[in-house]
């Protein structure tokens, strides 16, 4: 199949060559050089702008970072939605709000074109290892189409039967993943201050019902402060928090420890670590700049 994607970011370029594993031939596309060169290297066919990608495809990925983004592709200077044909089919994995995909699902229906939010739960590193999970705002009857594209890099799929379900879902996954890094961030600094070796406290940590996947994946990098390179940036996740006490908000569901959360991941932004993996929010609890 012929698939577009645009947007080869981390997770852009981690699906890019799982699905060129898979046999597929990928069309591509990103504002940042860096991005095109490095997914041009993979084998992925890096084309101008988006338009290009659309009258490529078969089917088209947008990996993006906000809806803001998803709206400039499609209707502002790149006009995505223009070069779409009747039938084309765009998964959206962006992390976004989903009153948003709504909102442009039934913008883009009179088209012809159906838009369908797919989020990913996974770092670009368990994309890359075809280990992530796929959240679909969508009834898995009409699935057919993608499901087996998903299939490449997700090792399952859940169907949440209408537009706006997949990012909620995500919102709800992405607050117990950052509350766990915050947890065991608290956790080792804590350790750190009583003159514990932090290893052994991660080891401890790992031994028993306290463990989670987090201390596997973040603890090595919070311990050492290895924060480089990123497989998911603590700006992203401050941003997703952001989006999910706006959900809460309108759910009128309280959500005390993520309000907490929001402000010390802004803390580790000031101090500069945005662009870091998001194990950095233990940069929060230093009250330091890392290396």
Not at 5 to 18: E, S
Not at 213 to 220: E, F, I, Q, W
Not at 255 to 273: I, K, T, Y
Request: proline letters at 3%.
């Amino acid at each position: 199949m012929n698939i577009g994607i645009a947007g080869l970011g981390l997770v852009g370029k981690a699906m890019a060559a799982r699905l060129l594993a898979a046999g597929h031939r990928v069309t591509g596309c990103d504002i940042a050089p860096a991005a095109c060169e490095a997914a041009r290297a993979l084998g992925v066919d890096v084309r101008e702008d988006a338009r290009e990608v659309a009258t490529s495809a078969d089917l088209i990925f947008l990996c993006l970072m906000t809806s803001e983004d998803r709206r400039a592709l499609l209707w502002g200077d790149q006009a995505m939605a223009e070069a779409l044909r009747p039938g084309a089919l765009v998964l959206d994995i962006t992390t976004a709000r989903p009153e948003d995909i709504v909102a442009d699902h039934e913008r883009l229906a009179p088209l012809g074109v159906r838009l369908v939010d797919v989020c990913v739960s996974g770092s670009s590193a368990v994309v890359a290892r075809g280990g992530a999970i796929a959240l679909v705002g969508d009834r898995e009857e009409n699935a057919a189409a993608y499901r087996g594209v998903l299939a490449a890099f997700t090792k399952a799929q859940y169907f949440f039967d209408r537009p706006g379900q997949g990012n909620r879902m995500k919102l709800i996954v992405n607050m117990v993943f950052g509350l766990n890094r915050l947890v065991l961030a608290e956790a080792l600094a804590m350790a750190k201050k009583a003159g514990f070796d932090l290893d052994t406290v991660l080891e401890v940590l790992k031994s028993g019902e306290t463990y989670s996947v987090c201390m596997d994946t973040k603890g090595p990098k919070m311990i050492h402060r290895a924060y480089e390179p990123p497989v998911a940036r603590l700006a992203q996740h401050a941003k997703d928090v952001g989006l999910i006490l706006e959900m809460a908000r309108e759910l009128g569901a309280k959500a005390p420890v993520s309000e907490l959360h929001a402000r010390l991941l802004q803390q580790a932004v000031a101090l500069g670590a945005g662009e870091w993996d998001n194990a950095a929010i233990f940069e929060a609890y230093t009250g330091e700049r890392g290396p």
